[in-house]
């Protein structure tokens, strides 16, 4: 049973920084995909980063490019998200997704198998 949980969510004005964490439990594959997404309140949940688990290939949603950054500690199985420059539309609630194959170049909601409890991301201007 594959398990994630983040932590690192909370209240941040305008051009500040946050990291969320997902520390993962479960993964037995080698081919696997851990992601990002977010929903704010009455949207779509997006996502808006990945890693791929076999060899650390690593998307961006367009809105996030050059302000997040995902990262991955194999030894802590966990995986970071790096958020600078935060902006109001950031705020939203962000989940953690887990699915055993490697997906993160095509995959949407439909296709993560395993999710987090989410975090809260508020960003204030």
């Known amino acids: 049973q594959v398990q994630a949980v983040e932590s690192g969510g909370g209240l941040v004005q305008s051009g500040g920084s946050l990291r969320l964490s997902c520390a993962t439990s479960?993964?037995?594959?080698?081919?696997?995909?851990i992601a990002w997404f977010r929903q704010a309140p009455g949207k779509e949940r997006q996502l808006i980063s990945c890693?791929?688990?076999?060899?650390?290939?690593?998307y961006y949603r367009d809105s996030v490019k050059g302000r997040f950054t995902i990262s991955k500690d194999n030894a802590k199985n966990t995986v970071y998200l790096q958020m600078n420059n935060l902006k109001p539309e950031d705020t939203a609630g962000y989940y953690c997704?887990?699915?055993?194959?490697?997906?993160?170049?095509?995959?949407?909601?439909?296709?993560?198998?395993?999710w987090g409890q989410g975090t809260q991301v508020t960003v204030s201007s």
């Open positions: 997704a887990v699915e055993e194959q490697d997906i993160c170049e095509y995959g949407s909601r439909s296709d993560f198998t395993w």
């Open positions: 479960g993964i037995t594959s080698a081919y696997y995909s």
């Open positions: 890693i791929s688990g076999s060899d650390g290939s690593t």
